[in-house]
């Protein structure tokens, strides 16, 4: 079995603040776990993927998660935040070892005040 | 990746009639699945769709509601059968795909947003 909590269903920053969002994962064998980010009226895309590789794993837009196992934890952060990252962003957890059905939380809606 | 399309982006129905959701992809892919995205909720996972055989629904939806087609390896549909005020949500296609090494990841159409009244 696996699950995810995101922590906070809204958060916001300031323009130039520093982005974190809280992910706590649960899963019986070593999982995938992914960041995904839905803009309004869009579908997901893929933020970041961790497949125990590194467990710093850097996205695209200037995201990145560490992997921390002791903690069950993979949060995302973002060292400045900009306007156009107001979206909801999805923790998602799915075990590892080819393709495997996926677990997403409830999602975190990111708001950036100018 | 896979570029994936949907159609209808979004619709208004009325209580008891019955909707059909496209879902085209750019190549040919094994696995195609059906979320549904409840109104401030999660996504929820509906059915893996393949071709050719019947789809594999979660707990919780059945295929007289739900029935799925997957007549080759690039389109599926998701009807919504004698829809009701609750179906209101956003229906999202995705597919299995390949980014980079490592796990497979799901890539999504931009979604069905359905409401009923």
């Known amino acids: 079995a696996q699950s995810v909590t995101q922590l906070g269903s809204h958060v916001s920053v300031s323009e130039g603040a520093l982005v974190l969002l809280r992910c706590n994962y649960s899963s019986s064998v070593p999982p995938y776990l992914f960041w995904y980010v839905q803009y309004p009226n869009q579908g997901l895309q893929l933020l970041l993927k961790?497949?125990?590789?590194?467990?710093l794993v850097k996205g695209i837009n200037g995201f990145e998660a560490e992997f921390k196992k002791s903690e069950t934890s993979f949060h995302l952060t973002k060292p400045s935040a900009h306007m156009s990252d107001a979206a909801e962003y999805f923790c998602?957890?799915?075990?590892?070892?080819?393709?495997?059905?996926?677990?997403f939380g409830t999602g975190t809606k990111l708001q950036v005040i100018p | 990746s896979a570029v994936i399309s949907q159609k209808p982006s979004r619709d208004i129905c009325q209580r008891g009639t019955s909707l059909t959701i496209q879902c085209q992809v750019d190549?040919?892919?094994?696995?195609m699945f059906w979320y549904r995205q409840q109104p401030g909720q999660s996504l929820t996972l509906i059915a893996t769709a393949n071709q050719g055989s019947e789809a594999t629904y979660e707990s919780g939806f059945v295929i007289d509601k739900f029935p799925i087609s997957r007549p080759n390896l690039t389109f599926s549909t998701l009807t919504v059968s004698n829809m009701s005020p609750e179906d209101s949500s956003i229906y999202l296609c995705?597919?299995?795909?390949?980014?980079?090494?490592?796990?497979?990841?799901?890539?999504f159409g931009a979604g069905s947003r359905l409401t009923v009244l």
């Open positions: 995705s597919v299995e795909d390949q980014v980079g090494s490592g796990a497979n990841v799901l890539t």
């Open positions: 190549s040919q892919v094994t696995m």
């Open positions: 961790y497949t125990s590789a590194a467990t």
């Open positions: 998602a957890v799915s075990p590892s070892g080819g393709y495997q059905k996926v677990t």
